[in-house]
């Protein structure tokens, strides 16, 4: 049973083994709300999960120590056994979805554990991991569905009570619900009157719908390329513990969490993950209520694969209208490329691509399509940037782009 207590004695446990976070003001994050962000990011194995996999394996007896410990992980989790298992000298073996970013598993065979991967998502992984732990009688660390694993995530939110005692509210990620769980209980049990509010992706609503309709609900597929948190199914003891401590759950899209993860990086300098920007991306897209309140964002990891970051920034500047196409039809002859960049630059936009293409067969004979990339403000940049070129003779064309322009 998860008690205080236990989550003080993980505290005592982890003290010379974890980061204490730092707990960073970043009141840009989103305009008229006072917002901090926990940045377990910077955690070692990037990862809040380290706290948890290794709170549990200290508990072991001597006799689970000697069996040696499987998991199944889309990464995190992964790395926070491994590295507590090697360095109790322990054998470990880890279950990873093989849709997991290369970066998290081969991040977790260097921490010394034996790896295989998975067909599928985190689920699958889990029933792997289970035959396996039948068949070798080794001992199971649950990436979430596990009191010692609760009690040493919920040292998290000792630290936000002390780091910031007057604290209104505290967003979470939520996968299966091992981080919200404990966070939850060790907040309202010292606090009652802050809120909890936990975030999923539009993709993996597991837990969300589960409090919607007041019983466990297990998807038929989670898809989303925040990792960390695409789960089927929340815990027995993560949802038994959420109906009971948190105020409210809601959803983000991808695109959404892209966006994040680009304020993120150019407004506060530091790289999250999917899973990990969930929380941020449920403030600046208003999905919950932190108008004036002192609220805390979870950014509970860093370990994205750099090629996913690469597409994830450019989804994040579309996004966010940073980045825009306009598609022109011109009459083909000089000067009429000059025309088009001097519109965009007087306004204050900036071509980065443009590709020429007379091949199209539903336009005139001299005619040709001028595609172009360009760099923008914001939304309201690229529908000042599209009036001034209809006002300079350019008109709508038909498209499946919501900025595609033509001209006559």
């Not at 065979?109 to 029933?127: K, S, T």
Request: proline fraction near 3%; glycine fraction near 8%.
């Amino acid at each position: 049973m998860l008690t205080l207590d236990k989550i003080y004695h993980a505290a005592f446990v982890l003290k010379n083994v974890v980061r204490k976070t730092d707990l960073i003001h970043a009141p840009n994050i989103k305009e008229g709300s006072n917002v901090y962000l926990k940045t377990e990011n910077l955690q070692l194995t990037g990862s809040f999960k380290v706290r948890g996999s290794y709170y549990k394996i200290s508990q072991l007896t001597e006799e689970e120590r000697a069996n040696g410990v499987i998991a199944c992980s889309a990464g995190n989790h992964a790395q926070g056994v491994a590295l507590a298992a090697t360095t109790e000298n322990i054998e470990s073996l880890i279950c990873i979805p093989d849709v997991a970013p290369i970066s998290k598993i081969e991040a977790t065979r260097r921490y010394g554990a034996q790896v295989e991967l998975v067909n599928g998502v985190y689920d699958d992984a889990y029933n792997r991991a289970c035959q396996i732990q039948k068949e070798r009688n080794m001992t199971f660390i649950h990436p979430f569905d596990d009191i010692d694993v609760i009690a040493g995530q919920g040292t998290i939110g000792l630290e936000i009570l002390e780091q910031l005692d007057n604290v209104d509210a505290v967003v979470v990620p939520i996968g299966g619900g091992g981080l919200i769980s404990g966070v939850a209980y060790a907040i309202k049990s010292l606090k009652p009157e802050c809120k909890i509010y936990g975030v999923q992706a539009e993709g993996a609503p597991c837990m969300y719908r589960s409090m919607e309709s007041q019983e466990k609900v297990s998807l038929s597929s989670a898809s989303t390329f925040a990792d960390g948190i695409a789960v089927k199914k929340p815990g027995e003891l993560t949802f038994d513990i959420c109906c009971g401590y948190v105020d409210q759950i809601v959803t983000v899209t991808d695109d959404e969490i892209a966006a994040a993860i680009l304020m993120l990086m150019e407004k506060q300098k530091l790289v999250s993950e999917g899973a990990g920007a969930v929380a941020v991306a449920a403030v600046m897209f208003d999905k919950i209520d932190t108008k004036d309140k002192n609220t805390v964002c979870i950014v509970s990891g860093g370990n994205i694969d750099v090629n996913i970051l690469s597409r994830v920034i450019t989804r994040g500047l579309v996004t966010s209208g940073r980045l825009s196409d306009l598609t022109l039809e011109l009459i083909d002859k000089p000067g009429q490329l000059e025309g088009v960049a001097k519109t965009i630059s007087q306004k204050g936009g900036n071509v980065i691509a443009v590709h020429h293409d007379k091949a199209e067969p539903n336009m005139a004979i001299n005619a040709c399509l001028l595609k172009i990339t360009m760099e923008t403000k914001n939304f309201e940049h690229i529908e000042e940037i599209k009036n001034s070129l209809v006002s300079n003779g350019f008109r709508l064309a038909p498209s499946t782009s919501d900025y595609c322009i033509r001209t006559v």
